[in-house]
């Protein structure tokens, strides 16, 4: 007799997963390490603030494009060996940022660590799944997402310090390191993995057709507009600190860390709500983060707002995360693969235009505190289209339920039962 499945509480995760989660650590800490160095930068380059701003929003232009293409690009490519390439090229990116002797070189290097970046995320995620089995699934994916609050709690906060005792540049060096590290890693223990080959090999063509559901598009803007609302203020979120609230320059790192520690906490609690509330927990995430990013604004000069609220826009912020991975995957389930990209893609849209109209109303002389009026209004955005989209959920919902109703033949009464009971019709009831 077969010896009986180990229940998912006892089962381990295979060590390539937490190789994959390290990996996603350097990642996440290249991506939002600017923030706590802009300042040693934009003087070193010679640059102003709004412009070495702008980094980060190469990094998230790299991100968009890199997202959905690179996931169509290596659909059919060795996921082992696609994965090592991009690793390997995002440490080069690294470097080469590290050794920039001018703005546009460092500009451009972003941009490529970002694809790579992209391309890491939508294969990284493909080979944990097919890691594990199906009841581990989950958990396989906390671990590489965890590796993302990881680096806003710790690499983000090391990066600012390493920056400000040891130079820019050492961050960057950093992180190159941490790159080595996660190829060896990928390239010691994840096995080969064969792409799929039958009925569930991925079609591009039959994916794209998710981009014709309006409910598509209204969740990529409600992504992209929480994105924005966010790094609109977490990017100028050092010289806010220091030049509006008066703080000194060594609170930066511990202001970030608890920024980091209000979105992992987010994540818990959005985690835990959004499967059964998931419009609530978007309408409510999203709200206050308006209120946030409103009080933020009206209180900056303040150091003890400015702290507190920073910790605040964390957890509201990344409340809302779980929800929004999960809505775009209920409208676009027959595309799995172009869903995470796309949500991936929509997030950075937001990290591109936050803060690009943050640098623009600072460059209008409007202060450090304009930034946070421009995330409140971008928050305000997501929260309109959050309730468009929900009017629409309800109407479709409402719709099928009639149509089952006067014609049963055509939906079966589970059909009915999956409509009125989906973890989206929670938040009706």
């Known amino acids: 007799m077969p010896a009986p499945a180990a229940s998912p509480a006892r089962a381990r995760l295979p060590l390539a997963v937490y190789v994959l989660g390290l990996s996603v650590f350097a990642l996440g800490t290249s991506e939002f390490m600017l923030s706590g160095i802009l300042q040693p930068l934009a003087r070193d380059l010679g640059v102003s603030i709004p412009q070495a701003g702008l980094l980060v929003s190469a990094f998230a232009i790299g991100m968009v494009v890199g997202a959905p293409v690179l996931a169509a690009a290596t659909l059919r490519l060795p996921r082992r060996t696609t994965l090592i390439a991009l690793l390997a090229i995002f440490g080069l990116g690294q470097a080469a940022g590290a050794l920039a002797p001018s703005y546009s070189v460092l500009f451009a290097s972003r941009v490529i660590s970002a694809l790579a970046c992209a391309g890491f995320w939508a294969v990284g995620a493909a080979v944990a799944v097919s890691l594990v089995p199906v009841n581990a699934r989950a958990r396989a994916m906390a671990v590489m997402v965890g590796g993302l609050s990881i680096a806003n709690i710790a690499g983000v906060p090391a990066g600012a310090l390493l920056g400000q005792h040891a130079g820019w540049r050492s961050a960057f060096w950093a992180v190159a390191g941490l790159s080595v590290v996660g190829l060896v890693g990928v390239v010691a223990l994840v096995p080969r993995t064969k792409v799929p080959t039958g009925d569930d090999r991925p079609q591009l063509r039959r994916e794209l057709t998710i981009y014709k559901d309006k409910q598509v598009w209204l969740a990529l803007i409600a992504t992209a507009m929480n994105g924005a609302a966010v790094f609109a203020l977490f990017s100028y979120l050092s010289p806010l600190l220091t030049d509006t609230a008066g703080l000194a320059e060594s609170w930066v790192p511990t202001v970030l860390a608890l920024f980091g520690v209000g979105a992992l906490i987010g994540t818990f609690i959005g985690g835990r709500i959004a499967d059964a509330h998931l419009f609530g927990t978007l309408f409510g995430g999203i709200a206050a983060s308006t209120a946030v990013l409103t009080l933020l604004a009206l209180t900056a000069h303040s150091p003890v707002a400015a702290v507190a609220l920073s910790l605040m826009l964390g957890v509201t912020a990344f409340t809302t995360a779980p929800a929004l991975n999960a809505r775009m ?101």
């Open 329 to 429: 995957f209920n409208v676009a389930n027959a595309a799995p693969t172009l869903a995470g990209a796309t949500t991936t893609a929509a997030f950075n849209i937001g990290n591109t235009l936050g803060p690009w109209l943050g640098g623009l109303a600072i460059s209008a002389g409007w202060g450090y505190p304009s930034v946070a009026w421009t995330g409140a209004a971008l928050a305000a955005v997501a929260v309109l289209t959050t309730a468009l989209a929900f009017r629409l959920h309800r109407a479709s919902a409402h719709s099928r339920v009639v149509a089952s109703s006067a014609a049963p033949a055509a939906d079966s009464p589970a059909d009915t039962a999956s409509a009125l009971h989906s973890p989206e019709s929670a938040d009706r009831h």
